[in-house]
């Protein structure tokens, strides 16, 4: 289970944020502000944070100027009412991961979270293997034992990594638009689906896996080749 850590001075913002992370399947960890959020990283490992701007003490800038000044790559997802692009700038500037303006879609939220997991594993491991074939992330291609090297597309390879990463389980459409082509892109869905199709006509004779449809949900990938539809 992931550990989210939760930075905000308000109680309530903070206990509501911490019951929709139990909700999603992560573990939340509270803290009232930068400086209890420092001393509670000496005990607890954190795979995230949810950090506020606007807190007495030491403020969500300098708690992110700090993280990032002793070499900690933990993504930080920044929440606060001030959306203006200055803002942004900064947060992005000091080492923010990503920016929500409050009030914040519980579903938008647990998303976001998904999103920077994921591109921490990706950038931690580079690496994934699944039976006789290995996806290498920095060079975007997939090697199948006794077969050549393919050179994937990058949001090809992108799909396929993100579904081999969790093996059986079901993204809709949206999901994997929103992780690979981003939030605020206005690629319609259905890119998703010719994607997905050019990804089963590559590994047509793979062995090691398959892509399945669920119909009226989206896709998963099912390791071995098992359960076939």
Not at 34 to 42: F, H, I, R
Request: charged share 30%; glycine share 6%.
């Amino acid at each position: 289970m992931f550990s989210v850590m939760v930075v905000e001075d308000d109680a309530v913002a903070r206990r509501l944020t911490c019951q929709v992370l139990r909700r999603g399947g992560y573990e939340p960890i509270p803290a009232s502000d930068g400086n209890e959020a420092l001393s509670l990283m000496d005990r607890y490992h954190v795979d995230l944070f949810i950090l506020d701007i606007m807190m007495p003490g030491m403020d969500g800038f300098e708690f992110i100027r700090t993280v990032r000044g002793s070499r900690f790559e933990t993504p930080i997802l920044m929440t606060t009412a001030k959306g203006s692009l200055s803002d942004k700038r900064e947060a992005f500037r000091a080492g923010a991961d990503d920016y929500m303006v409050k009030p914040i879609e519980e579903e938008e939220l647990l998303l976001r979270v998904s999103a920077l997991l994921r591109r921490a594993k990706i950038a931690t491991e580079r690496r994934l293997t699944v039976g006789r074939s290995t996806l290498n992330y920095d060079a975007f291609s997939v090697t199948e034992e006794g077969a050549p090297e393919q050179i994937l597309p990058q949001k090809e390879f992108l799909l396929l990594f993100q579904l081999l990463s969790y093996p059986g389980k079901i993204f809709t459409r949206r999901q994997l638009m929103d992780e690979l082509w981003g939030m605020e892109s206005e690629t319609d869905e259905r890119t998703v689906d010719v994607h997905i199709k050019r990804l089963r006509d590559r590994f047509a004779g793979n062995r090691d896996f398959e892509i399945v449809t669920i119909r009226g949900l989206g896709y998963r990938a099912n390791p071995t080749g098992e359960e076939k539809k």
